[in-house]
């Protein structure tokens, strides 16, 4: 009898383990399969930056040929500033305009450019969104002559008014990266998703180069300071006094009028004063030459370069278009050519890099402060099993939702580590007061899975109902707190559905091969309680 009793038990217990090991088999097969899906949901959701943001302003660009003076290019932008007018007219949106030319701030001699800040009306004052504004003014734009015009509209990270895309060529002459720059101007306009690309280097901006016969000059005694200051008044204009007026007093700048310094034959009619008093044209004592060189020359880490910049449509997104570009260079440049990133792209790639530092410090720091409360090294790892879950929510509501994996999505991501393992420290932390109080395995793990469903559905409900305004809120700014509204919302109830099946499961499966916090006290306090007797036995 006590034989059958014996195989009966011996078979119970081999069919409990078998049909433990069956479920922790399903379990492992379910997380490996969440990881899977996460990582295809991760490659599919798009990246950028920032988000687009409604921040109720946005720039338009303007640059003209090449060469072109302050005054042709002042007329253009009056040209943008009448378009920007009537499409505020048609919208109801646009509140007013502020330009410059240049378009640069501070010393400038890009007098081909100019910029036009448009700012609108406050958000519950106009029918239309910023980015809406932004694609109807690049359309009208476009039909603009004699200019190019480039509307962007600002993030809420990156102060610079750049493109989103710019990369830097960088090689040993400009003239190897002028045949490149060319080749990759001409892909990127191949490609709907890219507007407006453009390059800081231009070899076409005319000039004139004037050389003094100094020969000649000292045969007729005119000083070579004699030709460069009738050339400064006669181009750059010349303060030669102040008068009084009113009591306030003005300067006197002499300069020749505009119609006469247009043509290089306008250099016949000026005449220089010689030693001897005579006077002589200045045609005769100038070498004028037409030649056509880049305004500047670059460089970028101590290296020759070229930067190319671009646009994209609002319907693609940064990091899709860069993971092109970079392909496409691998393609075109040859090895003597190096590429870099610089500005809102430079920002981009640099945060993805971060984020998986910060991710994977984040999560050690955890599992160290876990396994110092539980005085074990499982316990936090079935703990931090939560994780992948709430991961795994959040890049499915970014992708439900239309959203993007961007810095603020990011910071939400990070913050779901502490938010998911917040279910799995209220399970695996009673299981084992259950374990201490003497119950089994299985009758702990199953208590504090029912006694812990209600805390855990407070809590998780709560966060999430605090994150949903975020996440259907609307108005100025609105697109940053989506992002972190969308990846808490989806995280934490889907590491909760989750957390209810798998932490249970892996608890029980790893459980057996740890003990419980306590279980190490009562050893220490059976051992000290034999310690007396031991002494005793002694003397």
């Not at 709430?390 to 993007?404: D, Y």
């Amino acid at each position: 009898m006590k034989e059958v009793l014996k195989q009966q038990a011996s078979a119970d217990t081999n069919s409990a383990f078998t049909s433990a090991r069956a479920e922790s088999s399903c379990t492992s097969f379910a997380l490996l399969a969440l990881l899977a899906v996460s990582a295809g949901l991760y490659l599919t959701v798009p990246k950028e930056l920032a988000p687009p943001e409604d921040r109720g302003v946005f720039f338009v660009s303007v640059s003209g040929p090449e060469g072109a003076g302050y005054d042709y290019t002042v007329k253009q932008v009056e040209k943008v500033q009448s378009a920007l007018m009537a499409l505020g007219e048609k919208t109801g949106s646009i509140d007013r305009l502020n330009s410059r030319v240049p378009g640069s701030w501070g010393a400038s001699e890009e007098m081909h450019t100019g910029s036009v800040t448009v700012i609108l009306k406050p958000w519950g004052q106009r029918p239309i969104s910023t980015s809406e504004t932004v694609e109807m003014a690049r359309k009208a734009l476009n039909d603009i002559p004699g200019v190019q015009s480039r509307p962007q509209q600002p993030t809420g990270l990156v102060r610079s008014r750049g493109q989103p895309i710019e990369l830097v060529l960088q090689g040993s002459n400009y003239d190897e990266l002028v045949t490149w720059r060319d080749r990759l101007l001409k892909r990127m306009e191949e490609n709907p998703n890219i507007t407006g690309a453009d390059s800081d280097y231009k070899e076409t901006r005319p000039q004139l180069r004037l050389e003094v016969n100094r020969e000649r000059a000292s045969a007729l005694g005119v000083s070579n300071q004699e030709v460069g200051r009738t050339l400064e008044t006669l181009m750059g204009s010349r303060r030669v006094g102040t008068y009084v007026d009113n009591g306030e007093e003005y300067d006197v700048i002499l300069q020749a009028q505009s119609e006469q310094r247009r043509q290089p034959s306008d250099f016949q009619s000026v005449y220089v004063k010689s030693g001897s008093g005579n006077l002589v044209s200045l045609a005769s004592l100038l070498d004028v030459k037409e030649l056509a060189e880049p305004g500047n020359y670059n460089r970028f880490n101590r290296l020759r370069a070229i930067t190319v910049s671009a646009g994209i449509i609002p319907e693609a997104h940064l990091g899709e278009q860069l993971e092109w570009i970079r392909a496409m260079a691998k393609e075109e440049l040859p090895g003597t050519v190096k590429m870099d990133f610089k500005g809102q792209s430079r920002e981009y790639l640099q945060s993805g890099s971060a984020l998986l530092f910060t991710f994977a410090f984040a999560l050690l720091v955890v599992y160290l402060v876990l396994a110092a409360q539980f005085e074990s090294l499982i316990h936090p790892l079935v703990i931090l099993l939560t994780v992948p879950m709430a991961v795994f929510g959040a890049l499915l509501g970014l992708w439900v939702m239309g959203g993007s994996l961007n810095l603020f999505s990011q910071v939400g991501i990070i913050m779901l580590i502490g938010l998911a393992a917040k279910n799995g420290i209220l399970i695996v932390e009673f299981a084992n007061q259950r374990r201490d109080a003497g119950l089994g395995l299985d009758a702990a793990i199953i208590e504090a899975a029912s006694v812990r469903l209600r805390p855990i559905l407070m809590t998780s409900i709560a966060t999430a109902a605090g994150a949903l305004p975020l996440m259907l809120g609307s108005g100025p700014g609105s697109g940053s707190r989506q992002a972190i509204g969308i990846v808490v919302v989806f995280g934490v109830l889907c590491a909760t559905v989750l957390t209810l099946f798998i932490v249970p499961v892996m608890y029980r499966w790893l459980a057996p091969y740890t003990q419980s916090p306590e279980q190490r006290a009562r050893d220490l306090s059976r051992q000290e309680a034999a310690m007396p007797d031991a002494e005793s036995a002694l003397h």
